[in-house]
């Protein structure tokens, strides 16, 4: 079913930077870039670039083309609902574009004469959605998370022109990697392949301010903040959670009460088996005791209903409102609930997203994390845990699969209940009430 938006005046347009304007209008017939193929805006979070790049790519379309098919996609359908569906339509409601958003197995927005097919590219095999596709042009969002199938079939099926008028591409992403494929691949050689490159850095908003910036600047270390607040392509290497201090982040002594409990949890038969009691007091976050079986170092294997047993005594009188366990552990999540444990989650098990939320909490953004002195395999490994050099070589942030079963237990715990508390915070905005509980 189409949806037509009502027109309203929500959206204000901030006076834009120099680098956004040359974004605009780099496709103008006055602009030296017009016979270029491709733009991309890359560099800091919060920069401009995506509000920037999407006027741009809808100015051109509607100017440039008339009945012709457009590509927009995003890493998720979700990602793209809310990066760049939501930004365009504010746009164009403040234009006075009318516009036509079809929700449907083949979801696309119809714009004047043209129409604009919705894609996510989380996998390998997104790519085939765009098979049959001729296109006159694309805007693929936070490109460097897509699969590079995707973006070259995409690439291959803009070819369409409208009285003389060809195919361009733009793209739009946070820097990851040195040796990632689209920057060796597109940015580095930007100028055999016709791509104007334009970097962005906070300065580029001028909605931004100064207060806002420095906010931003504290949200994030190391790697994090040298690639989405400098916008550099810089190499993750070294210890994972460096700001791990523990003259800051150990204590002896814990809280009288929490606001709630709950456990993270990681399982391994011949790996070790983790489980860490949290609490949570205001923003801030206790790793209060650990269970800690390591098959190897004992010299013996337990079974899933020894760790189930252990995991009961582990707890105790206390009553965690949530068990955030590594979703593969089917074995596991299966014999406690057969012995009673009916509060089990499965963990968002976001790498990457996880080990930044762990990293701000350490910096003390947003609320801080503390480790009790007794959890002494989590603070072993928060010394020893790893970027892997391989990956970076291939242009992949990963993490040495070694040392890591506390901190995956930390991580799937915090990550998940960060996000879970958040939409709670959302609903009861609109509900007022909190009906309902918090989960």
């Not at 509607?62 to 793209?80: C, D, P, T, W």
């Not at 070589?393 to 079963?405: C, L, P, Q, W, Y």
């Amino acid at each position: 079913m189409a949806k037509k938006r009502k027109r309203t005046t929500s959206f204000k347009f901030i006076p834009f930077s120099l680098k956004q304007k040359k974004l605009l209008m780099w496709w103008a017939d006055s602009s030296p870039y017009r016979d270029y193929d491709m733009v991309i805006a890359e560099g800091a979070i919060r920069s401009g670039k995506t509000i920037g790049c999407i006027d741009s790519f809808i100015t051109w379309s509607l100017e440039k083309h008339r009945h012709q098919n457009f590509i927009v996609a995003g890493k998720s359908m979700g990602a793209l609902k809310r990066n760049v569906l939501e930004p365009m339509f504010q746009i164009l409601t403040a234009k006075g574009i009318d516009y036509h958003y079809h929700r449907s197995e083949n979801p696309h927005i119809i714009i004047g004469t043209n129409t604009y097919y919705l894609f996510g590219a989380n996998n390998e095999a997104s790519q085939d959605t765009l098979q049959g596709l001729t296109a006159a042009g694309a805007y693929l969002d936070e490109v460097a998370l897509f699969p590079r199938s995707f973006v070259d079939q995409a690439i291959g099926r803009c070819s369409a022109e409208t009285d003389g008028n060809g195919a361009k591409v733009f793209f739009n992403c946070n820097p990851a990697g040195p040796y990632h494929w689209f920057n060796t691949d597109f940015i580095d050689k930007a100028k055999e392949k016709r791509i104007l490159v334009l970097h962005f850095t906070m300065d580029d908003n001028l909605s931004l301010s100064e207060k806002v910036k420095e906010r931003f600047r504290r949200m994030f270390s190391g790697v994090f903040f040298k690639r989405y607040i400098l916008g550099l392509w810089v190499m993750a290497e070294g210890v994972v959670y460096d700001m791990f201090d523990e003259d800051v982040h150990v204590v002896d002594e814990l809280p009288t009460s929490f606001d709630r409990l709950f456990v993270g949890g990681d399982y391994g038969i011949n790996n070790p088996t983790s489980f860490l009691l949290f609490g949570q007091k205001g923003k801030d976050f206790y790793a209060i005791r650990e269970y800690y079986f390591d098959s190897k170092k004992v010299g013996k294997q337990k079974t899933v209903a020894q760790l189930a047993e252990d995991y009961l005594a582990f707890v105790g009188n206390n009553c965690p409102e949530v068990v955030f366990l590594d979703p593969s552990a089917a074995a596991l999540i299966l014999e406690l609930k057969q012995k009673g444990v009916t509060n089990i989650r499965g963990a968002d098990n976001s790498v990457t997203d996880g080990i930044q939320l762990v990293q701000n909490l350490l910096t003390g953004n947003g609320g801080r994390l503390f480790v009790h002195r007794s959890c002494v395999n989590l603070i072993r490994e928060f010394f020893s845990y790893l970027w892997d050099p391989k990956a970076q070589a291939r242009g992949e942030d990963e993490v040495i699969k070694e040392n890591d079963h506390a901190l995956d237990a930390l991580r799937y715990a915090l990550y998940t209940i960060w996000h879970l508390l958040r939409k709670a915070a959302a609903r009861e905005d609109k509900r007022r009430e909190g009906k309902g509980g918090w989960i």
